[in-house]
Structure formats: structure tokens, C-alpha cells
């Protein structure tokens, strides 16, 4: 019966590994979150697989690198398409084991392919530059170079759109890629690796390896000589263990790593727009994203009728299946996610907070969560410090400008920031002000693929998308020109 709700074509159940597909007999279990029913058996790879999977890249990489930037344009764009020919399945294939509803999930496939056309395009303008000598004699050139092979370990919050990004820029400037997905979303990888070898991405090209001892397998990826650059998306603590391990062969090291976005409302913000704005950045994939509103500060003045107009929306959130029709709210990804919301919420109630809505486990299954709103926070709570992962919004109130830009400011982390006002002079002072990678001014949604995405601070560092996205995995070349 698991077969069936699946597109056999996209089910694939082992690591690709040089254009090959690994098969073994043992094997871990792929959960739905929704209702903890097994969707497939997948190989388990492991450290050997890990090395196969980076020596495959490394062969491939000088005729990969040697093709003429428009033909490697050519075969991401085929990659683009099939992936959007395939938008339905596998947006099913990614909530069955996400737990996303489907709306968004087919939202997500959209968005990770935008990320393979963007940098099919951006392939073609790889541009270098010359550079005037300091006398007449010399030539300076400066070159792109890609870096080489490049190991990647990505989140199961977006399990196409984080690998997709990285993939994608990865290979438009000519590396060869290696990646390992979240242990409890190996299948969207997977389908995004059948995809590939469909539109005709040589052997050793893209990699993805599935396993079980994540920490064995990041092992192979930050310590081997023939990789050259690792890309990670996750936790802030795995993030600096990782880079700590790259940093014995001097590896290049791209980190997106957590966030604690602040969510402002200013007392001249347009409130309707402010709510809006707060239940995409706040509620989208159950609160489960890096960039999801953390923290919502709202100006005395306005905070009562935000809070009622907020908590409006959240009543009307529906909590089901990420397949059923209208489902606004999935489950959370596994059973330990659903403690540490229980447990934040549950601290900042013994510490004074108040439960305006929700509070609870929801009635829909075991990780499903009520929509939570609470008042009264404040910001030594520990809520106000840890990311949630979950959809609760804690509101706190604050007087002036002076006091929203301190308290914003005031974690160890820099990855998003959104404010609301009207006021065109505190947008600008507010917007300086903010110690983030990216700031939300009267928008919830920042993210796309022309867009620069990343953090400061100990949210990371490099970008991913835009026409910065390739900076990360090229290397400037000199070439200084004498004799002349
Ligand atoms: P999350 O809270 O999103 O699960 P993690 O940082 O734990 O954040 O996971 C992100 C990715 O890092 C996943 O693919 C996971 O398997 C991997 N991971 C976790 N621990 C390690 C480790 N010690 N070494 C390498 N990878 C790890």
C-alpha cells in the first residue's frame, strides 16, 4: 500500500554513487511524520561509501570542469525541467517524509529547481577581469577557477531545496558534488539524483550518499585530501565541530547554520500587512525553518490589537496531514522535536509567560503541535534565546526604537531579521542598524534564488543564490603577464 501513494520512477532506496545505485540488505527505516508508518527501506551507507562516493567525484571532476561553461548551463537546465515536470510527485514523495503540506511542498520543488536554472544561467558569466599594471610591461588577468570537489551535508527542513542550492552553484562553476541528506528525509535527495542521471549529469558528477552514522560519514567528508570545499546546513553546533574538522587540511567551509529572527512591529506599521507578514515568517513548515520568526517585538502601543488580530489567524491555522486537503500545519519531523518545543514553552510558562492560544500536543497525531501564541515573554526567557523549530510565537513588548534594535541585536546569531513601519526614516535607521545577513522590511518571505541567503555572526558564513553564489566555489586565479 506505501508503494503505491509513491511514483515508483522516484523511489530510489540506496546511495548514487557514480552514476550507480547502491543495493544492500542493510537497511534503515524512512518514517512518515504524520503517522509514523513505514515508507521505505533504505541501504545504509556508511564511511567506505562516503570515500567511493568523493574518489568517483574526484575522477570526474577535470572532464567536468573542462566543459565549455554552456554546455554544463545545457545539462542543469534539463535537470531544471525534469524536476518541474516532476513537481507533483515529488512534492508527495517530500511531505510523505517531511511532513509539510503539500501546498508548501510543491512550493519548495519550485523553489530548489529555481535555484538549478538560476545557476544554469549564471554558468554562462563566470566572468574574470583585468587589472591595470603598475607598469607598462605586465599584464595582471584574473581568473575563475571552480574549486574542486565539494562534500555537502544538508537539513531534513527543505530536503530538496538546501541540497538543490548548494548542487546547483556547486556544479555551474564546475565542481563535482557529494552530498549526504538528513537522515530522516533520504528520499527527495534521492529522486533529485534519479533526475539527474536523467538529464544526463555525468557519473561521478552528483553523489548522494545515505546512511545512518552521519558523524562517520562527515568524517570522510571534512577530512579527505580530495575534497575541497564543505558546505553545510544545519545545527550551529554540528556546523562548528564540522568546520573545526576542515580546518586540518584548510578546507573552504560554507556554514548556514541556526537563527533567532527577531519579528518587529513599530506602532506605524500597517498591522493587517504585519499579521500577514508574521504567519508566513512564523507558521511556515510548522516553525520549522532557520529564517522562521523567532522573537516578535511588538511597540507598546500597538501590542494588544496586534495580538488580537494574530491571534484571529492562528485560529483559524488548520492542523492535519501535510496531504489532506488545506492543511496549513503538518506535523513536526520526529518525536524529539516535539519535546524541545514542550520543553521551551513549558520554561517560559514557569517563567512567567501566559498561553493566549494553543499550548498543546494537537489532537491530529502524536508530533503534531497546537499553533501556540504567548504573552508576556521576555528576553532572558530561554525561549527568547533557542531556536524554537516548532509553531509557537512568543510576544514581547517593547517602548522605543533604541530598546527593539538592542533587544534584536542581542543573540550570538545573524542569520534573518523582519520589521514592520511605515516611517521611511526608521526603516533606513532600523535596517543599518540590524546585525543580520538578510532583513525582511514589510515582507515575511525573503528567500529566493537572486537573492544572496545567509547569515553573520554564529549563523554562518557564504552565500547561497545570486550572483554572489558562485564566489563560494571558485577560486580567483592571477595570472601576471611579464616581458611585454
Ligand atoms: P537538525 O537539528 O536540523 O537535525 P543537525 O545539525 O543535527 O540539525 O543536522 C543537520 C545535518 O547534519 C544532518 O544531515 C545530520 O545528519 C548531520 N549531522 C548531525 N551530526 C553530525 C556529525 N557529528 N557529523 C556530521 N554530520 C552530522
Known amino acids: 500500500q506505501r508503494q503505491q501513494q509513491i ?3 522516484l523511489l ?9 545505485w547502491l543495493q544492500h540488505t542493510d537497511t534503515f527505516d524512512v518514517i512518515n511524520p504524520a503517522n509514523q508508518q513505514l515508507l521505505a527501506k533504505v541501504a545504509i551507507a556508511g564511511a567506505n561509501e562516503a570515500q567511493q562516493a568523493v574518489l568517483a567525484a574526484d575522477n570526474a571532476f577535470t572532464g567536468w570542469a573542462a566543459k565549455p561553461a554552456a554546455e554544463r548551463a545545457q545539462l542543469l537546465q534539463s535537470w531544471y525541467q525534469l524536476v518541474m515536470q516532476h513537481q507533483d510527485d515529488l512534492a508527495r514523495l ?3 517524509e517531511q511532513g509539510k503540506p503539500l501546498s508548501e511542498a510543491k512550493g519548495e520543488i519550485a523553489y530548489g529547481a529555481s535555484y538549478l536554472q538560476w545557476f544554469a544561467e549564471e554558468a554562462k558569466r563566470l566572468y574574470g577581469d583585468t587589472i591595470p599594471a603598475p607598469s607598462n610591461d605586465k599584464r595582471i588577468i584574473v581568473q575563475r577557477q571552480p574549486v574542486g570537489v565539494v562534500a555537502a551535508i544538508t537539513p531534513w527542513n527543505f ?8 548542487a546547483a552553484a556547486a556544479l555551474a562553476a564546475g565542481c563535482t558534488f557529494v552530498v549526504k541528506p538528513a537522515q530522516q528525509t533520504p528520499l527527495s535527495a534521492l529522486a533529485l539524483a534519479e533526475l539527474a542521471h536523467q538529464a544526463g549529469i555525468p557519473a561521478g558528477v552528483f553523489n548522494v550518499v545515505v546512511g545512518t552514522d552521519a558523524k562517520a560519514i562527515g568524517e570522510v567528508f571534512t577530512g579527505h585530501a580530495k575534497v ?8 550551529t553546533a554540528v556546523g562548528k565541530q564540522l568546520a573545526k574538522q576542515c580546518a586540518d587540511s584548510v578546507k573552504r567551509v560554507t556554514l548556514e547554520l541556526g537563527g533567532n529572527a527577531p519579528f ?3 506602532d506605524d506599521a500597517d498591522l493587517d500587512a504585519a499579521v500577514q507578514g508574521l504567519m508566513a515568517a512564523k507558521f511556515r513548515n510548522a516553525g520549522q525553518t532557520c529564517v522562521c520568526a523567532n522573537r516578535i517585538l511588538v511597540q507598546r502601543g500597538v501590542y494588544q490589537a496586534f495580538a488580537d488580530k494574530l491571534a484571529i489567524a492562528v485560529t483559524q491555522l488548520n492542523v492535519a496531514d501535510g496531504l489532506a486537503a488545506g492543511s496549513q500545519i503538518g506535523p513536526l519531523i520526529d518525536g524529539k522535536a516535539v519535546e524541545k518545543v514542550a520543553k521551551l514553552l513549558q520554561s517560559a510558562l514557569d517563567d512567567g509567560a501566559k498561553v493566549l492560544l494553543g499550548g498543546k500536543t494537537h489532537s491530529a497525531g502524536k508530533q503534531f503541535f497546537q499553533p501556540t501564541l504567548l504573552s508576556d515573554v521576555s528576553a532572558d526567557m530561554a525561549i527568547s534565546n533557542e531556536e524554537i ?4 510565537a512568543p510576544l514581547m513588548a517593547f517602548d522605543t526604537e533604541a530598546e527593539a534594535i538592542a533587544l534584536a541585536n ?7 531579521a523582519y520589521f514592520y513601519s511605515r516611517d521611511i526614516g526608521r526603516v533606513f535607521r532600523v535596517a543599518q542598524a540590524l546585525q543580520f545577513g538578510m532583513v525582511g522590511i514589510n515582507e515575511g518571505i525573503v528567500s529566493n534564488a537572486a537573492a544572496p541567503f545567509g547569515g553573520i555572526k554564529q549563523s554562518g558564513y557564504g552565500r547561497e543564490g545570486s550572483k554572489y553564489g558562485l564566489d563560494d566555489y571558485t577560486n580567483l586565479k592571477y595570472l601576471c603577464l611579464g616581458g611585454l
Open 94 to 96: 517530500l511531505t510523505l
Open 159 to 166: 530536503p530538496n531545496a538546501m541540497l538543490a542550492r548548494k
Open 410 to 416: 542581542s543573540t550570538e546569531y545573524g542569520l534573518a
Open 264 to 266: 518587529i512591529v513599530f
Open 7 to 9: 511514483s515508483k520512477e
Open 12 to 20: 530510489k532506496q540506496g546511495s548514487y554513487i557514480n552514476g550507480n
Open 228 to 235: 575541497a570545499k564543505f558546505s553545510f546546513t544545519g545545527s
Open 389 to 392: 523549530f516548532g509553531p509557537v
